[in-house]
């Protein structure tokens, strides 16, 4: 065996080597789908997806509204204000000057929707005054769902 | 010189809303309106009691950049413009956001057929 050994130790040595080189070809794949599945997750955050969640919220601020949640509605339209100046803050590049204006104006929109909701409870507005909230609500809603439209036709045109 | 660009600033906007090429919108408080400017501003019309010296409610106009911070403010406190004009920008605003003119054409088209 030893005999074998001195005889062959070249030869035995490239095998090991070759061994080797394979398990770090394997575990390298391995670490680069990793990166790719890491990439990917990053990517799908895209400015389709950050409208969709803007969406999603504005149209929980009509119904909380709508429900005379105020305290709720409150906390969405505060969320939805940072949502928006981080969409105009990390997009901005990718997007229309009119979508910009519609996000510029819709963060402005929800600064006054939430002081309305600070000064007063939403059970103690006035007819009048709760009817131009729920509007400007509505109007908040129908704004992201036409910027999430646009964002998700600009994705389908690069593919 | 910073007044000066302030006034302009005014008038601009002034001359803009006589033209109707300021996109004012209404907001969920009755005494503001906003508009949106070139996708990196804001303007904002209201009415504050801390925009006159005698703390009675009179017009602001606010100019806020992207990042919204606030970078100018015309009052009657700043003096810079006269109150007339103040009141003058805020009722043109108020009348394009709420679309006055187009009501009151429509009411006169169904009083026309009274």
């Known amino acids: 065996m030893g005999d074998f ?7 035995l040595a490239s095998v090991v080597g070759l061994i080797f080189s394979f398990l770090a070809y394997v575990f390298s794949r391995r670490a680069s789908k990793a990166a790719k ?5 990053v990517l799908s955050q895209s400015l389709g997806e950050d409208m969709n969640q803007g969406n999603r919220t504005a149209s929980e601020i009509v119904t909380y509204v709508s429900m005379e949640r105020g305290d709720v509605a409150l906390l969405r339209a505060g969320e939805l204000q940072n949502r928006t100046s ?4 990390r997009w901005s590049a990718k997007l229309s000057e009119q979508s910009k204006n519609n996000l510029l104006a819709m963060r402005e929109q929800l600064r006054a929707i939430t002081e309305v909701l600070t000064k007063t ?17 509505q109007r908040v809603n129908a704004t992201y769902s036409e910027e999430y439209g ?6 389908d045109r690069q593919v | 010189m910073e007044d000066e660009k302030a006034v302009q600033f005014f008038e601009e906007v002034l001359n803009k809303t006589r033209q109707h090429r300021i996109r004012w919108e209404p907001t969920a408080s009755d005494s503001e309106f906003v508009a949106p400017v ?3 501003f804001t303007l904002t019309l209201r009415l504050s009691t801390g925009a006159s010296w005698e703390g009675i409610v009179r017009p602001e106009l606010v100019l806020k950049d992207s990042a919204n911070r606030e970078i100018l403010s ?4 700043t003096g810079l413009v006269s109150p007339t004009d103040l009141d003058s920008v805020y009722e043109l605003a108020r009348r394009d956001a709420l679309r006055v003119d187009e009501k009151v054409d429509e009411v006169l088209g169904q009083l026309s057929k009274l």
Do not use: F, M
């Open chain 2, 74 to 77: 015309v009052n009657e406190k």
């Open chain 1, 150 to 155: 646009a964002a998700v036709r600009a994705a």
């Open chain 1, 86 to 89: 981080h969409i105009l803050a």
């Open chain 1, 121 to 137: 409870p939403l059970n103690t507005l006035g007819a009048h005054d709760k009817a131009r909230l729920a509007q400007t609500c």
């Open chain 2, 38 to 40: 070139g996708g990196q």
């Open chain 1, 37 to 41: 599945e890491a990439r990917d997750l």
């Open chain 1, 5 to 11: 050994l001195a005889r062959n130790w070249g030869s």
